[in-house]
């Protein structure tokens, strides 16, 4: 079956440091990934997605590129920020095309948290 | 954006109650909703999917007698947590698929049940 696994926090950083958080899965055909991002109090937003090989995803300065070949999806920023602090987790779907329509399975979750 | 709230956010019961937690798709309506578990330290499992109007799937080693789930308007699905015990303290997640568009999954902010 599908699985996703991430790398084990808590991540600690100092502002404006770099971020990289591992992420591998195992997935029969052609899944899209995905990085969601909970804040504290908060739901899990979407904060990145990439739909097929080589495909990089981004926003808000994070960035993700789907590689077939490792079947990584390392979630990565250049300098991160106090506001950045929140649990991240990598995601995986089983329906390829980019829509998050099917069943999503999740890494076990990482948190960050940044220091000013 | 779409919202999807949960309530209530947390709920503490005695073993052998009942616990009904709601999730309302706030501005939208969503034909499909998901109800996600989620142990301290662990991803989020997939217990069930629930489109409107017709029973719910259960993903397998999932109790359907114990997480009664009802999804009787395209706004509104409940879960309903029967004859709680102790093991059932859980942060249970709800996201909401919308009708049109991407079908991107929208998530509720969670509800932490403590069984006492």
């Known amino acids: 079956g599908n699985s996703v696994t991430q790398m084990e926090g808590p991540v600690t950083l100092s502002e404006e440091a770099f971020l990289t958080i591992n992420c591998t899965y195992t997935?029969?055909?052609?899944?899209?990934l995905f990085w969601y991002v909970q804040y504290p109090g908060e739901g899990l937003q979407l904060l990145l997605k990439?739909?097929?090989?080589?495909d990089k995803g981004s926003n808000k300065g994070f960035e993700a590129t789907y590689r077939k070949e490792t079947t990584s999806f390392h979630l990565e920023k250049g300098s991160v920020q106090v506001s950045d602090s929140a649990v991240y987790f990598c995601?995986?779907?089983?329906?390829?095309?980019?829509?998050?329509?099917?069943?999503?399975?999740f890494g076990q979750g990482t948190i960050l948290t940044v220091h000013p | 954006g779409a919202v999807v709230s949960q309530h209530p956010s947390r709920v503490i019961c005695k073993s052998g109650t009942s616990v009904k937690i709601e999730c309302r798709s706030l501005?939208?309506?969503?034909?499909?909703m998901f109800w996600y578990r989620q142990f301290p330290k662990q991803s989020l499992m997939l217990m069930a999917t629930?489109?409107?109007?017709?029973?719910?799937?259960?993903e397998q080693g999932v109790e359907k007698d114990k997480f009664l789930i009802n999804h009787a308007s395209l706004t509104l699905s409940t879960l309903t947590v029967t004859s709680a015990h102790p093991e059932d303290s859980s942060f249970y997640i709800c996201?909401?698929?919308?009708?049109?568009?991407?079908?991107?999954?929208?998530f509720g902010e969670g509800s932490r049940l403590t069984v006492l």
């Open positions: 629930s489109n409107e109007g017709s029973k719910a799937t259960y």
């Open positions: 990439a739909t097929k090989a080589d």
């Open positions: 997935a029969t055909g052609y899944p899209s």
């Open positions: 995601a995986l779907s089983d329906h390829a095309g980019g829509t998050s329509y099917g069943k999503l399975t």
């Open positions: 996201s909401a698929r919308g009708y049109r568009g991407t079908g991107e999954l929208f």
């Open positions: 501005d939208f309506q969503a034909t499909t």
